[in-house]
């Protein structure tokens, strides 16, 4: 037994439900290869698509199916119109494998194997777990002649990888028909991990993301005329562009507690047995400071507290030890806490390369989500399912540092819950995700899907119509 299935219980539930043609179904989904931008993908979005539609019958009868560019949404009616929808979503598309390292691959990348208890190949834990779970859950509860007593939307958007149209075409449609969604559920979280961060170190913890960070991308360009460096009048463009990146990152500022780190101790002060936050968690407010001091010298809580800022690219550069560099290019990354605004940041920026040769744009740069509160319907609903079948689990509130398709339903919801029914302890997936050698267990996928009927079934109200 892999050492993160100690963790799953009532796995018994649910008899009726066939893992192995579960299974093979998701084998045969990573073997279309959607990878946006690719010689022949919008076959290969069309071969998916036509593959969801012939596996899930009871899905394709019951439900009205709408291809939205080459993303899907599917519409199952309830029997009572006063009830917001619930919608259940994921994307299609994913990343692509670098070039040379297909033979690194225990098994081709899009072959979908099933082999040593696992199914192999890009898309198997991002995400087209999470669209074919979505699909088996609902063809499971169909099949029984049960019927949802609130509408419940299936969204699997085309591009989530690259520019997020499709999520957000498929949420203007909805807008435009004047759908309110109760909740929704998207990708995030999905591993276990210790609580020793937290000062919790007898805990095991798992992340429900009740918001995602912003993401902006700055593009800075100082220009150079090259020359012999034994006479760098006026600077050098690398000396330039060094000066703006500083000047850029020296902007990183002391935050107040987000309110979603907040939320996530709260949640884990029952558990905290460890000095320093078990006595700063006693008063979160008064000791605020002292709290964001200590997460952001962890590793893994630094995110949380703060607006990061992190140099990527550059290029450019001399030729020679004793040449000039001509123009130098750099971009810089951040990722925008909740609280922050795109607005905010350029105003930082701007302050901070007045005076310095170089010219700045942004070339992307998007908002934090809107932060949903660790309480409501579907939040207690999400909760009562994992908690059920995962055992010495405590799951708690927090952000993602990573985009997802959920951001853009935002006008028509206000509990936008990322997370991934398909746990697997951190150590086990660790550089999987967008990696050489990406899979899921057999096990962990079957216990997924068990996790989002009984969702569906609890949270939607899926009752038989005999």
């Known amino acids: 037994m892999t050492d993160y299935q100690r963790f799953y219980r009532n796995e018994g539930d649910y008899p009726r439900l066939d893992g192995e043609g579960a299974c093979r179904r998701l084998s045969a989904a990573i073997a279309c290869r959607t990878v946006n931008g690719t010689p022949g993908c919008d076959g290969e979005f069309k071969k998916l698509r ?29 029997r009572d119109e006063n009830l917001k929808p619930v919608l259940f979503m994921s994307h299609m598309d994913v990343v692509g494998v670098e070039a040379g390292t297909e033979g ?44 949802p007593e609130r509408d419940v939307y299936l969204a699997f958007g085309e591009d989530e990888e690259t520019f997020n149209t499709g999520a957000l075409a498929m949420a203007k449609l909805l807008e435009s028909r004047g759908v309110q969604l109760e909740f929704l559920l998207d990708e995030g979280g999905g591993n276990i991990e210790s609580g020793a961060v937290y000062c919790a170190p007898e805990q095991n913890v798992c992340q429900i993301h009740l918001a995602e960070k912003g993401y902006a991308d700055l593009s800075l360009t100082a220009r150079g005329k090259g020359g012999h460096s034994s006479n760098p009048f006026g600077g050098s463009s690398l000396e330039h562009i060094s000066r703006a990146i500083s000047a850029v990152c020296a902007t990183a500022q002391d935050a107040d507690m987000p309110q979603a780190l907040e939320q996530c101790l709260r949640a884990l002060t029952p558990y905290v ?16 400071r002292a709290i964001m001091k200590y997460c952001a010298s962890v590793k893994e809580l630094f995110p949380l507290t703060a607006t990061t800022i992190a140099p990527t690219m550059i290029s450019g550069g001399s030729p020679a030890c004793n040449v000039l560099p001509q123009d130098i290019k750099a971009n810089i990354n951040f990722r925008l806490i909740p609280g922050d605004s795109v607005d905010k940041l350029k105003e930082r920026c701007t302050k901070a390369l007045e005076g310095i040769a170089v010219k700045a744009d942004f070339v992307q740069a998007n908002d934090p989500s809107r932060l949903s509160e660790a309480s409501g319907y579907g939040y207690e609903k999400l909760l009562e399912a994992m908690s059920y079948y995962y055992n010495n689990v405590v799951f708690i509130p927090s952000i993602s540092a990573g985009a997802t398709d959920a951001r853009q339903y935002e006008n028509i919801c206000s509990a936008c819950l990322r997370c991934s029914p398909f746990l697997s302890q951190a150590s086990e997936v660790a550089g999987l995700v967008h990696g050489t050698n990406e899979r899921i267990a057999q096990r962990s996928y079957i216990q997924g899907i068990r996790v989002l009927i009984r969702i569906m079934e609890r949270a939607c109200g899926f009752t038989s119509e005999n």
């Open 50 to 78: 036509q593959l969801i539609h012939d596996s899930y019958p009871a899905v394709a009868s019951a439900a009205v199916t709408e291809t939205v560019g080459r993303s899907l949404l599917i519409h199952i009616e309830g």
């Open 104 to 147: 690194d691959w225990t098994y081709p990348p899009f072959s979908g194997e099933i082999a040593r208890g696992y199914i192999w190949g890009r898309g198997a834990l991002d995400i087209k777990c999470q669209v074919l779970g979505v699909l088996e859950a609902a063809e499971y509860l169909l099949n029984l002649g049960c019927r």
């Open 273 to 288: 047995t460890e000095e320093p936050l078990k006595s700063l968690i006693q008063d979160i407010p008064g000791n605020s």
